[in-house]
């Protein structure tokens, strides 16, 4: 079965950076799993995997416009303290916030005062991204994962 629209697709994969270093592996662990083509992996790997199929490896070197985007200073912001979780707060520490943009994940810059100095970029913006994945399986989303965008059962959801 190929990968395409409606798929799920389970892959082991790695990723590197430019000089080699394993930024995020799947060894050792169960692999990933997800549905194509609702944007639940980076733009660039959803491409690279469309019609392959089980058994299949790729490589894949994925820009960081369809990867986790390039980084913006606006995604730079001072937030007033009582707006963010409880808890201790220390610079590098990331933290899933709510906003009217949506929610994501934040990083912690510096706290001073009230306020606190918090980077909405993907710690992997501005990188370009080298996937080597194998591909495990490939089977139909069934109707229940089409209607919520997400797979379920193991390394999905619920
Ligand atoms: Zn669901």
Same mark, same amino acid.
Request: glycine content about 14%.
């Given at each position: 079965?190929? &990968?395409?629209?409606?798929?799920?697709?389970?892959?082991?994969?790695?990723?590197?950076?430019?000089?080699?270093?394993?930024?995020?592996?799947?060894?050792?662990?169960?692999?990933?799993?997800?549905?194509?083509?609702?944007?639940?992996?980076?733009?660039?790997?959803?491409?690279?995997?469309?019609?392959?199929?089980?058994?299949?490896?790729?490589?894949?070197?994925?820009?960081?416009?369809?990867?986790?985007?390039?980084?913006?200073?606006?995604? &730079?912001?001072?937030?007033?303290?009582?707006?963010?979780?409880?808890?201790?707060?220390?610079?590098?520490?990331?933290?899933?916030?709510?906003?009217?943009?949506?929610?994501?994940?934040?990083?912690?810059?510096?706290?001073?005062?009230?306020?606190?100095? &918090?980077?909405?970029?993907?710690?992997?913006?501005?990188?370009?991204?080298?996937?080597?994945?194998? &591909?495990?399986?490939?089977?139909?989303?069934?109707?229940?994962?089409?209607?919520?965008?997400?797979?379920?059962?193991?390394?999905?959801?619920?």
């Amino acid at each position: 079965m190929q &990968i395409g629209a409606n798929k799920v697709v389970t892959f082991h994969y790695s990723l590197r950076d430019d000089e080699g270093k394993v930024l995020d592996s799947s060894e050792g662990r169960a692999p990933m799993t997800y549905l194509h083509g609702k944007g639940n992996i980076v733009p660039g790997l959803e491409k690279a995997l469309e019609g392959k199929q089980g058994g299949d490896e790729v490589k894949a070197t994925v820009p960081p416009a369809d990867g986790y985007g390039l980084r913006d200073d606006k995604n &730079i912001r001072n937030v007033p303290r009582r707006r963010l979780p409880e808890g201790k707060l220390q610079p590098g520490m990331r933290l899933h916030l709510r906003t009217e943009q949506g929610q994501g994940v934040v990083t912690v810059m510096a706290i001073k005062g009230d306020y606190v100095t &918090i980077d909405g970029n993907h710690p992997l913006s501005d990188k370009t991204l080298h996937f080597e994945v194998k &591909i495990v399986e490939v089977r139909d989303a069934t109707a229940e994962e089409l209607a919520h965008g997400h797979v379920h059962g193991p390394g999905g959801h619920h």
